[in-house]
């Protein structure tokens, strides 16, 4: 497997600009003989095929949910960066480039990031000429918030529903594109595998999940912006439908992956209420710029919240880290409730989560100021756990939440397969070992709408266009493969349920490959992993027919294909013998529990290579040098 | 808690469709509503029957994918409330439960509990964006929008087209829905040069796709889990008055 990243030359700050003059362009009056697939809907997907309709290609979008609006984006709460410095206070594309390259603990390709910061400006406008509407001052100008660890206020925000009106911008951009008949959205349909001819990519294999039909699309470029496989855990901040299918699919057929031990836990969700728990809901991180996070000092205190004098309370994140307190990053933050709940100062009835106490903000600002700023976060609550947290505190723990890892790219957003393309989540060229707060939503449109409608117009200058019928031998293999393993999964007539199994899988990843990890609980995963998809393929029951409407079939699918992912992430965290960002290995901490980098031995990025569903895949190195950040250690002391 | 569980199971559009009446044991109060469903379809699974299809995803009340009515009520019994933040303990002790899919001419049925609301999909395609190409527009601060302005415009944006109020309305009318996108970007600077073309646009889609017209009742802003008022459906009307009475859609409107 090659890996040539094709960053640009020159200083890091001219490299988008040379690289978007150096890059071929296609005549525009042949930009109508491209056809280009996009999987996913979300801000990668949606963003990526607005845009190129614009341009002028023809675009099929496929997406599992019923319209292109319901894509996981639409859930993010709190906010999306941009080096704007609107507030004045000393931000620049470059701090922005700094704080993620910094942020992401030294594991992600600085030119990408820098490009990242570059566009981060052009999302904004492009977002408030869509109409979006940001929260904005009386003065009639864009508001910001600080946001997830940073030192300056960038993050621009609309109430607690930044994603969704984000996405809706999008989507409404991608409708006018359907009405003007360049862009073809296909809803209810999910990608089931990747048409290879000759060793590059020229079309999907698609289940229709109404009908059952399966069928293949053929085009000049795929690109996958199918987001991210937090629900390998089964219990997860994503939305129930997300899965890692697409990604999956395209790594057994030759796609690198990269990084895939890199997840991220979100340190503020609702702590499960019982086993019956089916995912967990997020609250937005803003909620820490006003709440203080605290356990009772003695372990086992059972008492109410309000019995416990201030002397006897815990403000742990404060004691632990006084510049940062109660905005340390998200990976500190997790791990330190982790250790509390572990240490026995656990609250709540099942003693699973710490505590988020919005008493003083409330006495210093008024219930007004707090129920404008999280008015419909504390509703949400309320509504869950029965507590109203505007008089007892929340209840908080730590959820798996985004994923850093994903299919390995070049700076053009290319897979190790031509002709393949990944944005958004399902890439993992950004954010490192860490993401920080607010950015996910930057680099979903960012890749969306700026980066790969330029980049793969490269590419299509260089293929012939339309050269695959669907007719193709390659075509008919790959369907007859995809409903092979359909059949397969409901010819097994076993006695346990999909959701049993995955509930399985998901308590192996989340004790012995979750928020922090050791070489044996990692190698006795992978024994697991494989025992239980042994079990998967004897006892799993799926009733119904592949010719109808059957979400078990659905999910039988997703979750067979998490089996075999869930082997890789544990192969990825056992070689990467260091802790860094989100991946703590409990055998490189220090004496005060904090993470251990080994730049000499680990600053590369782990690409992955399928050799066959349970044999160990084949581990290649993208080296990565740090010529604009010093390679620092993180401190937030 | 226990209860006895009336659920509407239709195999696909052409099918007539029932009740099936199932009895529900020692579920916990602190179950959300979706949850107790898939504890239901678990024990079917278990029993050899195909569970009940329904639509859900993001199960934070924020995609708009659940949908189901709760005892004759979209969402069921808590206001502002999407299917899915709905806990067993917000039913208070109810015994008998019926669930149904939304009905509306619109929305046919595929399965179950699962309707097809792409109809409301080809609504926003007639009209409801602004026309913007990727990176043309000009700085974000550039425009200054009045903080009531912005702030009515997103008590509409926050619509996530759930098809409740389809669901509430007697006339199985999609005004709600419409007007919250004619009321996002009317109150917007940036949307006044698509304005009228867009109400037109859109008024005419939503007619074909064979939702009905709005008779003032009002039953969708209760059941709007997202609080949009009936007030943008008066607005979508004045603006829709002014359209069809004196605006030509290539009239010079500067001078």
């Not at chain 1, 809706?168 to 951009?173: D, E, N, R, S, T």
Request: glycine fraction near 10%; include cysteine; aromatic fraction near 8%.
């Amino acid at each position: 497997m090659e890996l040539n990243a094709k960053i640009p030359s020159g200083p890091i700050d001219q490299h988008w600009t040379n690289h978007r003059f150096n890059m071929k362009l296609v005549n525009p009056a042949n930009k109508r003989k491209y056809n280009v697939i996009v999987i996913g809907s979300g801000l990668a997907g949606a963003g990526a095929a607005a845009t190129m309709g614009e341009l002028g290609y023809n675009v099929r979008v496929y997406t599992y949910n019923d319209s292109a609006r319901r894509a996981h984006s639409i859930a993010a709460q709190g906010g999306i960066n941009a080096a704007k410095n609107y507030q004045n206070d000393g931000d620049s594309i470059f701090r922005l480039f700094y704080d993620t390259v910094k942020g992401g603990d030294f594991r992600s390709r600085e030119s990408n990031v820098y490009r990242l910061a570059e566009v981060s400006l052009n999302i904004i406008d492009q977002s408030v000429a869509q109409g979006v509407p940001f929260a904005r001052e009386y003065g009639g100008l864009l508001d910001n918030r600080s946001f997830g660890g940073a030192q300056v206020s960038r993050t621009f925000y609309a109430r607690g529903q930044t994603g969704q009106q984000l996405l809706l911008g999008c989507y409404q951009a991608l409708q006018k594109q359907v009405r003007a008949g360049n862009v073809k959205v296909f809803s209810r349909t999910e990608m089931m595998d990747v048409i290879l001819v000759d060793g590059v990519a020229k079309g999907v294999v698609l289940r229709d999940l109404v009908s059952g039909r399966i069928f293949s699309d053929t085009a000049d470029a795929v690109v996958l912006a199918t987001g991210g496989y937090s629900n390998v855990f089964f219990l997860s901040t994503n939305a129930k439908g997300c899965n890692v299918t697409a990604a999956w699919r395209a790594y057994v057929k030759g796609a690198g992956f990269a990084n895939p031990c890199f997840t991220q836990i979100h340190p503020t969700c609702i702590p499960p209420s019982g086993e019956y728990q089916s995912k967990l809901t997020l609250m937005s991180e803003s909620l820490r710029n006003d709440g203080r996070i605290w356990v009772p000092a003695k372990a086992g205190d059972h008492r109410a919240p309000g019995d416990i004098p201030e002397s006897e309370r815990d403000y742990y994140l404060e004691r632990f880290y006084p510049s940062f307190g109660n905005l340390s990053p998200r990976d500190i933050s997790s791990r330190r409730a982790k250790e509390m709940v572990d240490t026995g100062h656990g609250v709540g009835e099942m003693r699973n989560g710490v505590y988020l106490d919005f008493k003083d903000a409330i006495a210093r600002l008024g219930q007004d100021k707090i129920r404008e700023r999280y008015g419909n976060l504390f509703a949400m609550y309320e509504t869950i756990t029965g507590e109203d947290p505007y008089k007892v505190p929340m209840r908080i723990y730590p959820a798996p939440h985004y994923t850093m890892g994903g299919l390995w790219v070049d700076y053009n957003l290319q897979t190790t397969v031509p002709g393949l393309f990944a944005t958004g989540e399902a890439n993992y060229s950004d954010h490192g070992a860490n993401r920080l707060g607010a950015s996910a939503l930057m680099q979903g449109m960012a890749d969306g709408y700026f980066v790969l409608p330029l980049t793969i117009g490269d590419w299509l200058a260089r293929v012939k266009p339309g050269d695959t019928p669907v007719e193709h031998p390659a075509c008919k293999d790959a369907e007859r493969g995809v409903k092979e393993k359909m059949d397969k999964l409901l010819a097994v007539g076993g006695k346990t349920s999909v959701d049993t199994f995955h509930m399985k899988l998901g308590k192996i990843m989340w004790d012995k490959c979750g928020m922090s990890r050791d070489a044996d609980g990692l190698k006795s995963a992978i024994s697991e992993i494989a025992e239980l998809r042994d079990q998967y393929w004897k006892d799993v029951r799926v009733l119904g027919n592949g010719e109808s409407f059957n979400q078990s079939l659905e999910k039988a699918g997703r979750v067979a294909d998490f089996m075999e992912f869930a082997e890789v992430m544990c192969y990825d965290a056992l070689t990467r013998d260091e802790s860094c960002g989100a991946h703590l290995r409990v055998e490189h901490t220090d004496a005060e529990g904090e993470a251990k980098r080994d730049d000499e031995n680990f600053a590369f990025v782990s690409v992955w290579e399928f050799k066959g569903v349970g044999e160990e895949p084949a581990l290649h190195k993208e080296p990565l040098a740090f010529e604009y950040v010093p390679l620092s250690t993180r401190s937030y002391k | 808690m226990d209860l006895t569980l009336h659920v509407w199971r239709q195999n696909g559009p052409r099918d007539k469709g029932r009740f099936e009446t199932l009895p529900v044991k020692d579920i916990s109060e602190h179950m959300s509503f979706l949850e107790m469903l898939d504890l239901v379809n678990e024990r079917l699974i278990m029993e050899g029957k195909e569970p009940i299809a329904f639509d859900h995803d993001c199960r934070e009340g924020i995609c708009g994918t659940c949908g189901l009515m709760i005892n004759g009520v979209p969402h069921g019994p808590l206001t502002l409330t999407t299917a899915c933040q709905i806990h067993m303990r917000h039913l208070k002790g109810a015994s008998e439960v019926w669930v149904e899919p939304w009905k509306a001419t619109a929305f046919p049925v595929i399965r179950d509990l699962v309707v097809d609301r792409s109809a409301m999909d080809r609504i926003i395609e007639a009209g409801g964006y602004i026309s913007v190409r990727t990176g043309s527009p000009q700085d974000a601060n550039a425009i200054p929008i009045k903080k009531i302005d912005a702030d009515m415009a997103m008590d509409a944006a926050i619509c996530i087209g759930c098809g409740a109020c389809v669901a509430a309305c007697p006339n199985a009318s999609a005004m709600l829905f419409m007007a919250a996108k004619v009321g996002h970007l009317g109150f917007l600077p940036q949307g006044q040069p698509e304005r009228y073309d867009r109400v037109l646009n859109m008024v005419q889609v939503h007619d074909d796709e064979g939702f009905g017209n709005c008779t003032n009742h009002g039953a969708c802003q209760n059941a709007c889990p997202k609080g949009i008022s009936v007030d943008f459906i008066a607005r979508l009307n004045r603006d829709l008055i002014k359209a069809t009475l004196s605006y030509k859609p290539y009239e010079i409107t500067a001078v």
